[in-house]
């Protein structure tokens, strides 16, 4: 939405407001302005110029924040809001621009404000599930991670340091974009990555046996952790534990694309195989600039009904996501009905909708538990299958560079009666 004003010279050295209208539904709304300065920078102290001032207030006039003319965007949201602004529900009604009309030349200014709303509904949200600041053995501290991750357009990321979750309790606020709280639970007999919950150790991560390993998960459990299982298939630090059931993730894909990850991915498909429905993430284990995994690659790639940390998680718990090589990636998504990727569908004689945006000239695989083979985006006929995903390769069908989580398959009721 455009709205032009003009600012009168007699309104120079004065505040007041301009309102303007916010429709129902919306999350999130960002103010731009822009407005003629014959002299910008050090000049526009020594040449009269306009300097327009911007703040905001809601429907009820309450303020919100105030930036001066330090910035010429500025955004609010229940979930985000620009430094120096309230977070808060976005209620429909009459907003109100603050002017701050500081210097006005003789023949007045018109300002042009450029209104942009962000609706509620369902998001697709990219983000990087494993990395690790200074709070361990990281070179950055979240802050710099948040602004790196940030400018290769992710949405949110996992800091998950080794054994320590102090810093899940001072997480920084980025506007536009997420931290979800986290921890990697990094023992001699494999590492797993403990989601949304602060403080998921009761007293301490220490766990010498298969018992107290099991204690400790099932208290993170109990507190709404989310367990992922790292880098299983590493040949340095591999999962050993004898227990298959304690984690309700498996990272696939750590870091950049080889052996410790095709390997991951066929132990996950083993795992679906056996029985087992639980999903698949990604994340690169950055660490610094001198290693070889970089921010973003892969990512996790999430269809969710907000940017919070919790709506995130709840689609990853609930298997909406996809891993990628990044966020240039083609776009995966799976539907039987009305069911999507990580629900469990009855076979009803519906075909497998499998679509895929984005596509130049990779192939599509289709993977179930009883075969593998190259297919076409559309419709796909499911007839006894337990399980359908599809990964992404290059061209030549090497190279990985996107899975889905599968759709899960039970036969129809009157069938299992017979």
């Not at 942009?116 to 990219?126: H, I, M, R």
């Not at 054994?163 to 797993?192: R, S």
């Not at 009761?202 to 507190?223: D, P, Y």
């Not at 390997?263 to 087992?276: C, F, N, P, V």
Request: negative net charge.
């Amino acid at each position: 939405m455009e709205l032009k004003h003009t600012v009168s010279k007699d309104r120079e050295g004065s505040y007041y407001y301009v309102p303007f209208d916010v429709p129902e539904n919306v999350i999130r709304l960002t103010v731009s302005y822009d407005y003629f300065r014959p002299t910008k920078g050090a000049l526009s102290d020594l040449k009269p110029t306009n300097c327009i001032d911007i703040g905001l207030a809601d429907s009820a006039g309450n303020f919100l924040g105030w930036s001066g003319s330090a910035h010429s965007s500025i955004s609010v949201g229940k979930y985000s809001s620009s430094n120096g602004y309230l977070r808060k529900d976005i209620e429909a009604g009459k907003w109100q621009i603050i002017v701050g009309a500081y210097h006005v030349l003789p023949e007045g200014v018109e300002v042009t404000y450029n209104i942009d709303f962000e609706f509620a509904g369902e998001k697709l949200l990219y983000g990087d599930l494993h990395i690790h600041s200074d709070a361990s053995d990281g070179k950055y501290d979240s802050f710099e991670i948040g602004k790196k991750a940030k400018e290769k357009g992710l949405d949110f990321v996992a800091l998950a340091n080794h054994n320590n979750y102090a810093l899940n309790f001072c997480l920084p606020q980025i506007d536009g974009f997420t931290f979800i709280p986290a921890v990697e639970w990094t023992h001699y007999k494999g590492h797993m990555n403990f989601f949304g919950v602060p403080a998921p150790f009761g007293n301490s991560f220490i766990a010498n046996n298969e018992a107290e390993m099991k204690a400790l998960i099932e208290n993170a459990k109990a507190k709404g952790a989310i367990i992922s299982v790292n880098h299983p298939k590493c040949r340095f630090c591999p999962y050993l534990w004898d227990d298959e059931s304690c984690f309700d993730t498996v990272e696939i894909w750590n870091g950049p694309m080889r052996p410790t990850n095709t390997d991951g991915i066929a132990y996950w498909t083993q795992l679906l195989k056996s029985g087992r429905k639980i999903p698949a993430v990604g994340g690169s284990d950055y660490h610094s600039p001198k290693g070889f995994a970089r921010i973003g690659n892969p990512v996790t790639a999430v269809y969710c009904a907000s940017p919070c940390a919790e709506d995130i998680l709840d689609g990853i718990r609930n298997g909406h996501c996809f891993v990628a090589y990044g966020k240039n990636a083609p776009v995966i998504d799976l539907h039987y009905g009305k069911f999507r990727m990580g629900d469990t569908a009855e076979i009803n004689g519906d075909d497998l909708e499998v679509s895929v945006t984005g596509l130049k000239s990779e192939k599509i695989i289709l993977v179930t538990d009883i075969e593998e083979r190259e297919i076409s985006p559309g419709r796909i006929k499911i007839k006894n299958e337990k399980f359908a995903y599809v990964k992404i390769t290059g061209s030549h069908g090497k190279r990985i560079i996107a899975v889905s989580n599968p759709v899960y398959f039970t036969a129809r009721k009157d069938e299992t009666n017979v």
